[in-house]
């Protein structure tokens, strides 16, 4: 099978992709939030730009932030698992929480902020869902503190690769998933409007100069960094080369001046043979 250069998960695909096609986002929130796509009365993308500074940064965020129904609402693909990803999570979502609240306005009028993870690793080892969804819950009574918080995780490798047309939700998930392009073409076949139109989107993203650019760039920058990696490796060896050479140097003048010193060499006579300060050999008499 031929594998995908470019897949779902790509980040500048991803967002190029659902902010150029935003009717095709619409639907896939719909369906991760389990909203009637005739319920959802207001849908506007916020974040629409891709700045160049965040295309060539390894640390950025491409992410989609919306406003679904007078909810924030955050989606982000993540492709690895960099470590500390619920505490990660909980901090973007602490801020699109505290952002949201209009100046001027009163507690009771911050929105709900939403943020969906669509995730390629496992994150909860002991369970085998594949969506987990988290809110502010009482440890007892299991009582809901807020409706504000709400956390969705969709974890990818725990899907299965059955197809059915009328799940929707994980069709659109498997899209994410997929890594081939007969996988693609699996899901193309089973005849699904808005699947088959998504796919089509992403070959003409796939397809633009506009998305080769960025792409160039984004590898261009990885390279940069990567270089940049190297060469700070290699001053640091070398730096750590000379640093071991001066100290295997100033050892070897240390076991000079002991001997010079058993021999009742004068002081003098051993500044000049080994560099060491006059100092330095006066502390050797007194372990001498």
Known sequence: MSQLKHTFKTDILFKMLFVK?????????????????????????????????????????????????????????QVKDEGDYPERTLFHWARVYSNSL?????????????????????????CIEFHSEFRALEVTRNDQLTDKMVLHFFELPKLSDELNKDDLLKLWLLLFKANTEEELKQI?????????????????????????????????????????????????????????ERKGERKSSINIAKKLLNLDVPIDKIITATGLTKEEIEGLLDTH
Not at 210 to 227: G, N, P, T, V, Y
């Open 21 to 77: 096609y935003p009717e095709l986002l619409k639907r896939l929130i719909s369906h991760l939030l389990k909203i009637p796509l005739n319920k959802i009365k207001q849908f506007e993308i916020q974040n629409p730009e891709m700045p160049p500074e965040s295309i060539e940064s390894k640390f950025c965020r491409l992410d989609i932030h919306m406003k679904v129904n007078k909810q924030q609402t955050n989606l982000e693909v």
């Open 102 to 126: 209009p100046k001027g306005n009163d507690y009771s009028k911050i929105p709900q902020a939403i943020l969906i993870n669509i995730i390629n690793f496992s994150l909860f080892k002991d």
């Open 188 to 244: 193309d076949r089973l005849g699904v409007s808005e699947l088959s139109e998504a796919i089509a989107a992403y070959n003409n993203i796939t397809a633009s100069p506009e998305f080769q650019e960025m792409e160039r760039l984004r590898i261009k920058a990885s390279h940069d960094e990567a270089q940049a990696l190297r060469n700070a490796e290699l001053k640091g060896e070398r730096k750590g080369m000379r640093k071991g």
